[in-house]
């Protein structure tokens, strides 16, 4: 069953046969009831029309042979989860399925707690993989999700994703300590450590996190975050790099006058490029900057006087691309740290960082739970 079929059903037995319905569009609610209302019992009929989705999403066969084998699927169902029970009737039945229900969301938890885990230890500390997993599932054994017999399946879960961590990303790990180093001192919490810090400042911190990509940046924030609670730093320290940070990448773009740290702009640049318009910059001026006959991209720098203008050449409307992608960049780690800072994010428990990429592989096809 794939995971978006079992949040579903999840949904559906959490409501109770007597008001699911109402997670139905109104149109198709009202025709639902409709239908229902012809049976003699029709909380049973709701009941049994939910149990046999069940069965369909479980065993994956159609409305069709479930309705025609449907005592056979329910006896099979009974053996395994209840076996010294008989199927008293269909809300009965609704309940039991909702209970096995709840079992799979605890093991589901539990699996991505483990995956949290391993990702974070992967990604912040490296090494034996084992040693983590022992300390992690001493912590976890006590999770309503764990079981026993699960270990196996648990240590091989973890490796996989622990060391899949550690090769992706301990090239950021020497950074990561340079970059701790420096904020550390500069926030007051760690003496500064002379060898690794000495030659890093807030445009070297910024070159570092301009160059890693997108998708690497969330290994940094973990390895900083799980740096920070070692030392018992609480969020201030977040709150303290973002504003640091902030105000580096404005300092840097207001002085430098390369880039303009406004998103619709940057945006803008990219789109003039790319559709081949006309660009024009000041014959006068060194400046990075262009001006379009569009009103509504002209620049805020230019002075009311506009000196004479020539088109920019190639060269030029390609470096007023890569800055203005370098600018939206900045703008996404400004946002990224700022969540950090707001506690919308926690980058050691890898909160929206553990994705599709982790955790679908394991989860994508629930065919080690329950109810298979």
Known sequence: MEIKEFDKLEKIYAAGASTYDTLLPEKHRKLFNRKMSYSFNPQEAKAKWANKKYFEKTYGADRKKV?????????????????????????DLFNKIGGVIQKDRNKIEFTRTLLGEANKHGTTKGGDWNAHYNETISKLAEHEGYEDEGIDR???????????????????????????????????????????????????????????PDESRPALYQMLQSSAEELGVDKGFWKQTGEALGRGFKNYAFLSHKYNLDEGFAQNTINHVDEGKDMWVRKDDSHA????????????????????????????????????????KI??????IGRIAEGIIDPVKGDNFVTEKIWYPFTGNLGYMSQS
């Open 331 to 336: 703008m996404d780690i400004d946002k990224e």
């Open 67 to 91: 309705s025609k084998k449907y005592d056979l699927y329910v006896n099979a169902f009974l053996k395994k989860h209840f076996p010294a029970t008989e199927r008293k009737n269909e809300l």
């Open 289 to 328: 900057f262009w001006e379009s006959k569009d009103k509504n991209l002209q620049s805020r720098w230019f002075p009311k006087q506009r000196p004479t203008y020539r088109k920019a050449t190639q060269e030029e409307r390609k470096k007023f691309r890569e800055d203005a992608e370098t600018s939206l």
């Open 154 to 212: 648990y240590q091989e879960i973890f490796k996989e994703a622990f060391e899949n961590a550690n090769t992706t990303h301990a090239a950021l790990r020497e950074e990561a300590g340079l970059i701790f180093d420096f904020l550390a001192d500069k926030h007051g919490v760690k003496e500064k450590n002379e060898e690794a810090a000495e030659d890093i400042d807030y445009d070297q911190i910024r070159n570092i996190l301009l160059s890693i």
